[in-house]
T-cell receptor, first 113, second 113 residues
Framework: EAQVTQNPRYLITVTGKKLTVTCSQN?????MSWYRQDPGLGLRQIYY???????DKGDVPEGYKVSRKEKRNFPLILESPSPNQTSLYFC????????????FGPGTRLLVL | GESVGLHLPTLSVQEGDNSIINCAYS??????FIWYKQESGKGPQFIID?????DKRQGQRVTVLLNKTVKHLSLQIAATQPGDSAVYFC????????????FGGGTRVLVKP
């Protein structure tokens, strides 16, 4: 089954404790991206990757890092999480950089205390 | 600034009636628009898209209308069903800006039995 998976689905952590949210897709998609979703603000792009070893900032990259060592995986790293990073995070992928049809993962709800 | 927004944050509709969800965009350079549906606890799911050289596109029970004159996009759902209850997002793609998707804030559709 074609899908985008994220882990963990739920995470509670404390300020400053490094964490990684994994994202994996099995569709051989070139393009992957991370979004955060906050009430009233919709989906905002954090980082995206057009292919292996190619990443770039989205609209709200501060406080986040990503890597794309393999085509299927695109982890989101929070080196020192802060409470304002409490949010619902979605990973998405699409066939190519046109990203016209993005497939979204199920989401990761993060609470930073 | 550039924006994609929705007129109505919540729409209540009787089961069997038609639903219309509206979206305004401000960037006339946007050339591709997408509607996503997000059910509770899930990631956004692609519904239908339309390119800027079209003014109407139909899918199964859904129709998207694009009015470039007033920069307005709408999603019509025919014979709304309980399973249509969700949050709906419009998104615009500006290829001149590197195929960047910008999402609106979302409209919640509640279907009353």
């Amino acid at each position: 089954e074609a899908q985008v998976t994220q882990n963990p689905r739920y995470l509670i952590t404390v300020t400053g404790k490094k964490l990684t949210v994994t994202c994996s897709q099995n569709m051989n998609h070139e393009y992957m991206s991370w979004y955060r979703q906050d009430p009233g603000l919709g989906l905002r792009q954090i980082y995206y990757s057009m292919n292996v070893e190619v990443t770039d900032k989205g609209d709200v990259p501060e406080g986040y890092k990503v890597s794309r060592k393999e085509k299927r995986n695109f982890p989101l790293i929070l080196e020192s999480p802060s409470p304002n990073q409490t949010s619902l995070y979605f990973c998405a992928s699409s066939q190519d950089r046109k990203q016209e049809t993005q497939y979204f993962g199920p989401g990761t709800r993060l609470l930073v205390l | 600034g550039e924006s994609v927004g929705l007129h109505l944050p919540t729409l209540s509709v009787q089961e069997g009636d038609n639903s219309i969800i509206n979206c305004a965009y401000s960037n006339s350079a946007s050339d591709y628009f997408i509607w996503y549906k997000q059910e509770s606890g899930k990631g956004p799911q692609f519904i239908i898209d339309i390119r800027s050289n079209m003014d109407k596109r139909q899918g199964q029970r859904v129709t998207v209308l694009l009015n470039k004159t007033v920069k307005h996009l709408s999603l019509q759902i025919a014979a709304t069903q309980p399973g249509d209850s969700a949050v709906y997002f419009c998104a615009e793609n500006k290829r001149a800006a590197g195929n960047k998707l910008t999402f609106g804030g979302g409209t919640r559709v509640l279907v009353k039995p």
